[in-house]
């Protein structure tokens, strides 16, 4: 989604923040705040986080009106995003993201196995990497470390990573020290 990244900018130099100073209150990425910045392009994880160390309504950051709030982008779009950001494991993804890439991961496995238990072997290598990334991302959001995946090696350890998996997301609030910078 859009956002008002010159109001971004104005709210963080108010605060005399550098851009990683705003990552670190954030806990978001270094690159995800200059690319915020820059091309005004924000997940609605991101907003919020933004909306929470700023303390503002994050539908004020929101730069298209029409775009809800709780509009989620379309189940397509989020598997796509997830083979595009195939290699970003210290992000954060929400939870409709990871089980709609989960759906579909799941989905082509099966019909794979259907249609040759090679061709299944060939698209799991494929989907490994950002499969792996997503569920990184996922566990980041919900404060959890991304180690907790090793769990899938373990019999029924899938259970383990899924109870993590449906967490909400941790916004991580600045400490009082941060604040008064």
Known sequence: MKINAELV?????????????????????LRTIQ?????????IESVRALAAVFVVDASVLILNTETSQLEAPHPLRVIKDCFV???DFSGTASRYQYGWFLV??????ALAEIISPTLRQFVTVLILLPFLA???????????????????????????????M?????????DSATRSS
């Open 85 to 87: 950001q195939f290699a």
């Open 166 to 174: 449906v967490q909400p997301a941790k916004l991580t609030a600045p």
């Open 9 to 29: 900018k104005k709210l963080r130099a108010d605060k005399q923040w550098s851009q990683e100073q705003l990552a670190i209150a954030c806990g978001l990425n």
């Open 104 to 109: 579909f991961v799941l989905l082509v496995s």
């Open 134 to 164: 997503v569920g990184s991302r996922r566990l980041n959001d919900a404060g959890q470390s991304v180690w907790w995946q090793l769990m899938y090696l373990v019999p029924f350890g899938v259970v383990v990573v899924w109870y993590f």
């Open 35 to 43: 690319r915020l910045e820059n091309t005004a392009n924000a997940s």
